[in-house]
């Protein structure tokens, strides 16, 4: 038997095992025998490239810090990055060839409707989600779909996650240092208002009535004392003014009994009804996030009169070991979510609670009203 036969079953043994590296020699004869072993030397060549490819991808596939996964049509995980692995918290090669919904992300589709979307836009993207690890932390994440082919032209879904923790966290910081600046701002208004303001006018409504005293004349009498009314309805308006800036009660005696009074004097000007309930166990708040709150009610029972329409109000305080829990809930017009999610109103009550890492779940149907409810944790 020629030794070179011999050769190049030995070779194919060896590129069965993924070893490319060796290549057989050729001999003079340049026959047929020779002619095999040059082809089986250029697929040798071939396979060691193809290999070194794909080394390489897998290299940059498990080096970028994104979650990546390759997703099938039928919503099956083909490939998972070290990121993703490390991210969720399952063990290596534990998420290959499961359903994509073992990874526990809220604020995304049901995957049918993520692939009739895909299909349709061939990208999507979706600016805030959680993940859910397996052991139950929760990490905010971007994340990117699109479509692609692979090698057998078959439809792939490519999915990349960016954990934004350290984004949000700095945008938090942000958000409330605007906040604050707003809030002592307020203030010094407010106390300017009542201390200055209020107090030169409570003066000249001493000097008009104590003058209206002394006159006699009925028609001038008459005009100092209407003068004196509308002086003690101005005193009464900035004073009312003072108390939406920053009303005192919030300071002295806590959000609860704020909210209270807020909703007294709105009673006295609106026909409306309020359900306010606090349950055992409300913990006394830091200033910020008392005031936070406060303005969220603030908000939600302008809009409930104003847009709402709304007759009753219900306010709720609770709380648990983790959370404060406040609802609010109307029995107004309700409206569109999706058509009113860019109001600045909503916006600011979105900043306010974010910037405590709280959450609010908003849901009004037209003809039904509309409810919060927030959630801040407790630490």
């Known amino acids: ?98 359903p994509f919904n073992t990874i526990k992300i809220k604020g995304l589709p049901h995957f049918r409707k993520l692939l009739a979307y895909l299909r349709l836009k061939q990208t999507a993207q979706y600016e805030y989600c959680r993940l859910k690890t397996k ?117 002295e005696f806590g959000i609860v009994k704020a909210v209270q009074v807020f909703c007294d004097h709105v009673m006295l000007a609106n026909k409306i009804t309020f359900d306010i309930r606090q349950e055992t166990g409300w913990p006394d708040l830091l200033p910020a996030l008392g005031i936070d709150l406060y303005r969220v009610v603030q908000e939600f029972v302008h809009n409930a009169i104003k847009h709402g329409q709304a007759k009753l109000i219900t306010i709720l305080f609770s709380s648990n070991r983790n959370a404060l829990m406040l609802k609010l809930q109307d029995n107004g017009k309700g409206f569109d979510v999706l058509k009113a999610s860019g109001g600045m109103g909503l916006k600011n009550v979105q900043s306010r609670i974010r910037s405590h890492d709280g959450k609010l779940e908003l849901v009004s149907i037209p003809g039904k009203g509309t409810r919060y409810m927030i959630t801040i944790p407790l630490n």
């Open 1 to 98: 038997m020629d030794k070179r036969l011999k050769g190049i079953s030995s070779l194919l043994s060896e590129y069965s095992r993924g070893s490319f590296d060796k290549q057989l020699s050729l001999s003079d004869r340049l026959d047929e025998i020779d002619g095999i072993s040059g082809s089986i030397n250029m697929l040798g060549e071939e396979l060691k490239a193809a290999t070194i490819s794909r080394n390489y991808f897998n290299n940059i596939f498990n080096a970028v810090t994104d979650m990546v996964l390759v997703i099938n049509t039928a919503g099956v995980i083909e490939e998972a990055n070290s990121a993703a692995v490390l991210r969720s918290e399952y063990e290596a090669g534990f998420l290959k060839g499961k």
């Open 135 to 251: 052991t139950g932390a929760i990490i905010p994440i971007r994340v990117n779909l699109a479509c692609f082919q692979d090698e057998q032209l078959r439809s792939r879904i490519l999915f990349t996650a960016t954990d934004i923790s350290y984004r949000i966290k700095t945008e938090n910081l942000i958000i409330r240092a605007i906040i604050d600046i707003q809030e002592k701002e307020r203030i010094r208004l407010s106390k300017d208002l009542h201390d200055s303001i209020i107090q030169q006018m409570a003066g000249i409504k001493f000097y008009i009535s104590t003058t209206a005293g002394f006159i006699k004349d009925p028609e001038h009498k008459q005009i100092l004392l209407r003068s004196n009314t509308a002086m003690a309805e101005m005193i009464t308006e900035i004073r009312s003014i003072c108390f939406n800036l920053m009303p005192r009660t919030l300071e």
